[in-house]
Each structure stands twice: as C-alpha cells, then as structure tokens.
C-alpha cells in the first residue's frame, strides 16, 4: 500500500508529505491491515502484535496525528524506559511543522506539570502518567488516544502493575478513550485485546527476513534445517561468529547475562575487531573514544575500558554506564562505527539498535533466592528481534550458543521454535496493591471497600482471574494503611489522611513514607546527623538491598558501632533476630556509599568498594534525592523542626560534596569536581569569585575563559539575581 492511498482514510495530503520527506513510501502489511481494519475512523481500540521493527510505531503515528488534526484533544504516548521517550520525541517531532506540538515528560513526580496543557503529543513513562493522575492533572480530561508501547510489559513484576493501573484508571475517566497497546508477538495477545475492547492485528511479518539458528562445534543449524558453516577467522568460535557479519560490512549485538561479561568480552574482541575498521572510522572512532572517556570529569576504568575498545571497533553497554556513555556508544553503533556490540539483555527491551547477527551467548541469568534460572522464550525472541537493519541488511540472523549437542537440541526445542509465553498480570503482589490502593483513594476512583474492588475488577488481573482473588489482598493492604494512618474509616467510607495524600503525591511507597514519618519523629529528641538520615532512606524498598559479602559484615558492625549514637534505628540482636541484623547492616552498607559519596570519594574508588559503575551512582543519588525531598515534605507536615539539616544533606547527596562546597555548588556549570578545585584556590564563597576577575578565575583547573565568563556573569547579571538569592539561601544552611 503506497502512502499516497492514505488519503482515502481521511490522512491530509501536507501529512503524507511529511511521510514522504522521511523517507517513508508504503506501509508495511501490519500497517496496511490497521488502516484496511479501520484504525483511522477513530471509533475502536486497537492492539499490534507484532514483531520488532515491523512498524508499530508508524501505526501509533498515524492514529495520534488523524486524531488531533480531526477533533483535537491529546494524544497520550506511555513508553517503559526514559531512554525509549527521549527516541520517540525525535521520531514525533517531524510533525511539529504540521502545528503539532510535541512535549516529553519523565521526571519530578511531584508536579501536576500544568505546562503540558499547550501540547499535543505528550510522551511519559507509566510511572509519570501514574503520578499525573495521583497529581490530578486537568489535562488528562483531554485525552483522546491513548498509546501503550511495549504493553506486553504488563507481564513485568516491576512495572507492570503500574502500567496495568495507569490504563485502568485512564479508561475511568475518559470512557470514550481509544487505546492503541503495540506488543511483541505473544501467546495471548487476544487476552489483552479483549480486556480493552479492541480489535487484535496479529502478525509474523518483519521488513527483514529473521533467520534463527543454534550454533554448535562451528556450524549453524538453522529454523529451515539449513547448516552453514562459520569462517575459523579466530582461534574463539563466538569471536568468530561475531567477526563473520563485520568482514563482509556488517555489525553484531552479542547478550550476555552479566556487566562483567560485556566487557570482557568487548575487551577480548577489541584486540580483533580493530582489523576490520577503515582509516577514516579509525579517526571517527578515537574521537568517540575521548568523548566517551571525558564523561566523567575523573574517569574510572570502566571509562577507560568502553574507550579503549571503542577506538578498536567494539564496545559493551549496560547500566553501569553513565547515560550519556550509553547514548555514545548507541549512536557509534547505529552509524556503524562500533561493529561488534556485547550488552545485558535490557538492552533488547530498550532503544532500537538492529544488528545483522544477533548472538545470544546465555540463556540463563541469575536470580535472587531462585538461583540460576532460564530466561523466558519472550525475551529471547526480544532479543532475537534486533537482528536485521531495514534498508541495509536482506536478512538477519539470530543465533543461541550450545556447548554440547544435547543443549543443541534443548535450544532449538525449547526457544528457536517454541511459542513465546502468555503474560500474566502481576498486580497481586500485596506490595504493589498497597501502593495503587493509597493512589485509587487519594485520586477519588474509589471510596469504600466495594467501590475498590470494582475498580480493580476493571484491570487485566481480574479480566484474566476472578477478581475475588484480589479482595483479600485489597484488604490486608486497606488494614495497613489504615493502621498507619494514611487512609482513615468514616463510616462506609474511606477517605485519605494528609499524610495518605502527600504520600501519593510523592510517588513513593506507603512503607517508606512511614519509615521516613517515624524516623522524623526519632529525630525530634536526640542529636542527629547526615547518617541519620542516611540511615532512613537506606531502609526504604525504593534505594534496595546492597548485596552483603563475607568481608562488609565485620565493615558494616564497625560502622555501626562507631556511629551508633547518630543511628535512629538501633541495632538488632544477630542471635534473637538474624534477619533483621543482616538487613540492618545491608541498610547500613547502603549509609556507608552515601557517606564516601558526600564526602567526595573517587567514582573510582566507589567502583572498587561496592561494585558500582556511575550509571549505578547515578540512580542511587536520583533516589536518594527523591527520598529526603520527600522526607522533608512530610517534615513540613508534622511541622518537624530539623528539615533544614535534611535539606542541606540532600543537595551534598544530589552533587556529592562535603558541607563546604554547598555555596559554590549553586553556581550553573560548576559540580563537585570543579567546587573543589575553586575551593582549593581559596574560592570559598561567593563573595570571594565575585572580587575575582574573569583572567583570575580561568587559571583554575577545568574552568578555562568560556565557563569564568558564565560565572561572572550569574553572579553579576540581573536576570540571575532571584536565582542566586535563592540558592544563597540554601547555602546559609
């Protein structure tokens, strides 16, 4: 179907223009049966389940852009990962020269973001669309579509009860909303489409031939029962199978279960790899390489490693990375630089990055308290979704690893050719009804008991299950918060406390505003400290458990006892209550990070001692700041009077710095490593850079005329007075 046909179902001709100008001239099958179904007469819901790269997100293109241009409103885009947004926004972004006006949202849950009002296209996560709607934002009245990327996810223990919840409650309040859920290819994409009314377009098809095979003793058995035999380029068969595509100008994404294994293997292959790069990518690759490396202003040897095999033509990617690393290293392999790519499997639920070869090197992971377990057949055709570039490769390959031929044959069985699972609602767990209970009071959808489990009958849970099933968890979660008086009984109705409704505000886990209540209220009487507070935190599901090895017990204990009269929690007895000591100390191994952090240890150093690359320092400090905010926020509540020390140990925590640097820090473009290095100059406040001039303060390492010039500016400029008055004040504390 060619795009010019569009017009017929009501698609403007400027529209298929802008389609055009990008390159796109006909509609894929998947896109052509949404069209010939009637997707583009707004009047059902639709579910795509189809394979990756098949189109889906054209589909959702065409469906917003026909809704808006036809009868206005907003068009509401939820995507699982941050990552994911941030690419849409690009890709939805050609239509803004049609007047529509495009806007993403993902952070600062504790905003109704009111701006959203003036856009059209608004891109968020499940958990943003979550708080909007905790936030009662009045735009969400105006939404009219409603797209779910990626909804199989709703399978997901960790947000898929969230993006569950969010579509319920979506449904509720605009009863004429159209839902459009693009899924991979699963067992019961029917179940889905039924629980939203929608019509199901189910579909094999790709834009590129998948081949999928299991290696084994240098051959490829392939799905079609055909062998082919891999070049011995190397001594190592799964350097060989990565190196075959590269030879002949393509690319490879190899998985492995851990981060130590990505970067090894990159490593290992590094030393290979740089054979099959040109003079002009080396050139390319080296300046990729330094960029990757100056990230961070005091590179650790994960820096130095993804630098050191980028420059060779290959690379690793996982969550240890800091987020503009990891976008680096995406952009170098889209542009075919990198050639030979290693990554965690999340990556394969992530940003769009095809390969021609796909190599599975594992297809088990560790899990906590199962052990070793085996990776479902879902996320292993996920992975196997990114092999093959439309426009550049005619096939891709998909291939697992056996190491024996017994495990061949396992291979080929029980993922090659096995049907993918059906998905299972995981909004049971009395983790997660406690939280969407709070949220389904405080937001109004419901007000007694029967009123809450009607709504929940409205979810996919009890689509799929009776929903009696949910009541007794609904109940056990209604009595705890009830207890900790987050929701009170008046009458037949239920009806949030102010704490119940900053609770839910602050996006966080009733658990953990109640240890952050409590340990307020132990503050009150006693001296603290930053561990204090650190400890508070530390024990709030939100910031995890940090794994405890033999040699951290006798650490941790130390710790403890040296700071044992800072400490809200006591300690409990290891004999008396063994569970409860060990999960103090991982709590406290969590305080002793936080404390080298603020007291402005190496990234390296952080990495040798806890194991945490900065893309891991980097979300434990985003958590922390979301949690002594909102520590402070419920301070403000019970008008405890020691939220001046939890303010000021949350900016130490979100730039990393000991107490003295917080007036230099408020400055635009000066973080912890260059505070110190001004300190260290005898720049100690603000007053002191004000009596230095421009020439003076660029002598200073890593400031340089550009950012002297900024500085003198901020503190001398009239339009950043309300600024620095503000920051000023933050850093009297």
């Known amino acids: 179907m060619h795009v010019d046909e569009l017009v017929d179902s009501g698609i403007p001709t400027r529209v298929i223009e802008v389609l055009k100008d990008n390159g796109i001239t006909k509609l894929y099958p998947p896109q052509r049966d949404a069209v010939y179904e009637g997707l583009l007469d707004l009047k059902e819901s639709f579910v795509i389940a189809v394979p990756t790269a098949s189109g889906k997100t054209l589909i959702a293109e065409l469906l917003m852009v026909k809704s808006i241009l036809d009868r206005g409103g907003k068009c509401l885009y939820i995507v699982p990962l941050r990552a994911l947004a941030n690419e849409k926004l690009e890709e939805f972004r050609k239509y803004e020269k049609l007047g529509i006006r495009v806007a993403i949202s993902t952070g600062d849950y504790d905003s109704s973001d009111p701006w959203l009002t003036n856009y059209d296209i608004i891109i968020t996560t499940s958990e943003k669309a979550d708080s909007l ?148 990518e080396t050139k390319a690759l080296k300046d990729i390489a330094d960029e990757a490396l100056n990230v961070l202003a005091e590179p650790t040897r994960i820096c130095k490693r993804l630098s050191k095999c980028i420059e060779c033509g290959s690379a690793f990617h996982h969550a240890g990375l800091a987020a503009e690393q990891r976008r680096i290293v995406e952009e170098a392999f889209k542009n075919n630089l990198i050639k030979v790519l290693s990554a965690t499997p999340t990556l394969a639920a992530g940003v769009n990055l095809p390969a021609r070869r796909v190599i599975i090197r594992d297809y088990k992971r560790y899990e906590p308290s199962l052990g070793q377990s085996h990776i479902p057949v879902l996320e292993i055709h996920q992975m196997c979704g990114r092999a093959g570039r439309p426009k550049y490769d005619e096939y891709g390959e998909a291939i697992l690893v056996a190491k024996s031929f017994d495990e061949r044959s396992f291979l080929l069985d029980n993922y090659i050719l096995a049907e993918p699972e059906a998905i299972y609602s995981k909004l049971a767990m009395e983790s997660v009804l406690r939280v969407h209970t709070l949220a389904t009071i405080v937001t109004g959808f419901a007000n007694t008991k029967q009123g809450l489990i009607d709504f929940f009958s409205k979810t996919f849970f009890s689509f799929q299950q009776d929903p009696w ?82 040699k951290d017990y006798d650490a941790c204990l130390e710790f403890a006892y040296e700071h044992e009269n800072y400490l809200l929690f006591g300690i409990p007895s290891e004999i008396i209550d063994p569970w409860n000591f060990e999960e103090f100390l991982s709590n406290l191994k969590t305080v002793m990070f936080f404390k080298d952090w603020i007291e402005e240890v190496s990234e390296e150093f952080l990495l040798k001692k806890y194991n945490l690359g900065p893309g891991d320092i980097h979300n434990k400090v985003e958590l922390a700041d979301w949690l002594l905010y909102s520590m402070a926020e419920i301070g403000k509540l019970f008008k405890i009077p020691k939220i001046r020390e939890v303010l000021k140990l949350r900016v130490r925590v979100k730039h990393g710095i000991k107490e003295e640097l917080l007036p230099l820090i408020t400055l635009r473009g000066i973080g912890r490593a260059r505070a110190r290095r001004l300190f260290a100059r005898g720049y100690r406040t603000l007053g002191d850079i004000r009596k230095a001039d421009v020439k003076e303060l660029s002598r200073v390492e890593m400031i340089g005329e550009k950012l002297a010039k900024s500085i003198k500016s901020q503190l001398e400029g009239k339009e950043e007075k309300v600024g620095i008055e503000r920051q000023s004040r933050l850093a009297d504390f």
């Open 469 to 550: 099933v949910l009541e007794g968890a609904i109940m056990k979660s209604l009595e705890f918060l009830m207890r900790e008086s987050l929701l009170e009984e008046k009458g037949e109705y239920i009806t949030p406390t102010p704490f119940g409704s900053r609770t839910s505000e602050l996006y966080i886990d009733p658990v953990s505003a109640v240890i952050l209540r409590n340990a307020l209220f132990k503050a009150r009487d006693r001296d603290t400290n930053e561990i204090s507070y650190l400890q508070a935190i530390a024990g709030t599901p939100e910031l995890g458990k940090m794994y405890l090895r033999k």
């Open 133 to 280: 709607l905790r936030h009662r934002s009045e735009w969400l009245g105006m939404v009219k579509v409603l797209v779910a990327d990626e909804i199989h996810l709703i399978n997901d223990a960790g947000r898929g009860p969230t993006l569950e919840v969010t579509i319920a409650k979506l449904r509720h309040l605009n009863p004429q909303l159209i839902v459009l859920g693009l899924s991979a290819t699963i067992k019961n994409a029917d179940e889905i489409a039924s629980w939203l009314n929608a019509k199901l377009i189910k579909s094999e098809w790709r834009p590129v031939t998948l081949r999928k095979g299991v290696y084994f003793n240098g051959e490829i058995l392939f799905d079609d029962s055909s062998i082919i035999e891999v070049e011995p380029l190397t001594n190592g068969e799964l350097f060989n199978l990565a190196l075959e595509p590269v030879k002949e100008s393509g690319q490879s994404l190899v998985f492995v279960n851990t981060r130590a294994s990505t970067e090894r293997f990159a490593l290992d292959i590094s030393r290979i790899s740089k054979k099959f790069i040109s003079n002009s």
